[in-house]
Nanobody, 123 residues
Framework: QVQLVESGGGLVQAGGSLRLSCLAS????????MGWFRQAPGKEREFVAA????????YYADSVKGRFTISRDNAKNTVYLQMNSLKPEDTGVYFC????????????????WGQGTQVTVSS
């Protein structure tokens, strides 16, 4: 079966950094586009970043451009989200997702989702 497991979340002070990882138990990881979404308390889920299967194209929400970087290591079946200059408004549960169609990933319509990892940024 397909399983996505996020890790790397935690508590960090504003201005700090975290790197999230998502390990995918997908037989042919390299054919999937991957993405990150987040959901803050009392807020709707929002798109954060996406990356195509070859890591040629990346996409970011305006709110994280210049601060977050999405990357992938197809040999390790892993996608990463490097988060720098963190702000309290970055607090939320971060989910990774996978789909064969990067447009579906960007729209939050991925077939596969992880369980989420909590990121808390203190003021």
């Amino acid at each position: 079966q397909v399983q996505l497991v996020e890790s790397g979340g935690g508590l960090v002070q504003a201005g700090g950094s975290l790197r999230l990882s998502c390990l995918a138990s997908i037989h042919t990881f390299s054919v999937y586009a991957m993405g990150w979404f987040r959901q803050a308390p009392g807020k709707e889920r929002e798109f954060v970043a996406a990356i195509d299967r070859s890591a040629i194209s990346t996409y970011y929400a305006d709110s994280v451009k210049g601060r977050f970087t999405i990357s992938r290591d197809n040999a390790k079946n892993t996608v990463y989200l490097q988060m720098n200059s963190l702000k309290p408004e970055d607090t939320g549960v971060y989910f990774c997702s996978a789909d064969g169609n990067i447009n579906a990933v960007q729209r939050g319509l991925s077939y596969y989702w992880g369980q989420g990892t909590q990121v808390t940024v203190s003021s």
